[in-house]
């Protein structure tokens, strides 16, 4: 038995979540809650960084962040689904799960200024960087979201910064770039996992 530490409400470990799903291995992986602000969870024993998510495997040993664990989930359970085999369209893939992860990154700094800072403390003009790169990032998604194609990870990686930026409300996404809702809708319908892995 594999051991996830994570949390529900994380996109990062909802994407390694529904990869398992995706690769049907969702039953060989338990998930164990884990915080990252806790200095007692057992989490920074894991992963001395105390970052989430980690996977520990049968042996003890421990794999993290979720890039890593994704790439061996696909190496040892996968064929190609989830990261493609073949070299070229495996980095093509990789770069745009990287733009994907960029902007589920920004979402996540945006919150994380508005929990570890009080107002008067907060920085206008980091946020204003980190909206920048959610701008843009965002807007170069939808010029190339043919190639968001489920369940490859590029397509899995946005739709839980998708899920991220609905649930925490950094951004009005569905307004301003309309073409993604459409989108996620039909990634909803080609991966079942992503409804049952919602908080």
């Given at each position: 038995?594999?051991?996830?530490?994570?949390?529900?409400?994380?996109?990062?470990?909802?994407?390694?979540?529904?990869?398992?799903?995706?690769?049907?291995?969702?039953?060989?992986?338990?998930?164990?809650?884990?915080?990252?602000?806790?200095?007692?969870?057992?989490?920074?024993?894991?992963?001395?960084?105390?970052?989430?998510?980690?996977?520990v495997l049968?042996?003890?040993?421990?794999?993290?962040?979720?890039?890593?664990?994704?790439?061996?989930?696909?190496?040892?359970?996968?064929?190609?689904?989830?990261?493609?085999?073949?070299?070229?369209?495996?980095?093509?893939?990789?770069?745009?799960?990287?733009?994907?992860?960029?902007?589920?990154?920004?979402?996540?700094?945006?919150?994380?200024?508005?929990?570890?800072?009080?107002?008067?403390?907060?920085?206008?003009?980091?946020?204003?960087?980190?909206y920048g790169?959610?701008?843009?990032?965002?807007?170069?998604?939808?010029?190339?979201?043919?190639?968001?194609?489920?369940?490859?990870?590029?397509?899995?990686?946005?739709?839980?910064?998708?899920?991220?930026?609905?649930?925490?409300?950094?951004?009005?996404?569905?307004?301003?770039?309309?073409?993604?809702?459409?989108?996620?809708?039909?990634?909803?319908?080609?991966?079942?996992?992503?409804?049952?892995?919602?908080?």
């Open positions: 038995m594999l051991t996830l530490y994570s949390s529900l409400t994380s996109p990062y470990g909802r994407k390694v979540r529904i990869v398992a799903d995706i690769l049907e291995i969702a039953d060989r992986i338990r998930v164990q809650h884990a915080s990252t602000v806790e200095p007692a969870d057992p989490l920074r024993q894991v992963n001395p960084l105390g970052k989430i998510p980690a996977l049968e042996d003890g040993t421990a794999l993290y962040d979720s890039r890593v664990i994704v790439d061996y989930l696909e190496t040892r359970f996968g064929s190609g689904r989830v990261i493609p085999r073949e070299t070229e369209a495996r980095f093509r893939q990789l770069t745009l799960a990287s733009l994907a992860e960029g902007i589920n990154d920004a979402l996540l700094l945006i919150t994380y200024e508005g929990r570890f800072r009080t107002p008067e403390q907060a920085s206008q003009v980091w946020l204003d960087h980190q790169k959610l701008r843009r990032g965002l807007s170069e998604v939808c010029t190339r979201l043919a190639a968001y194609d489920p369940p490859m990870i590029a397509s899995v990686t946005l739709a839980c910064a998708l899920g991220y930026a609905d649930w925490r409300g950094q951004i009005d996404w569905r307004r301003e770039y309309p073409q993604l809702a459409g989108w996620l809708e039909d990634f909803e319908t080609a991966v079942p996992a992503w409804r049952h892995t919602a908080v």
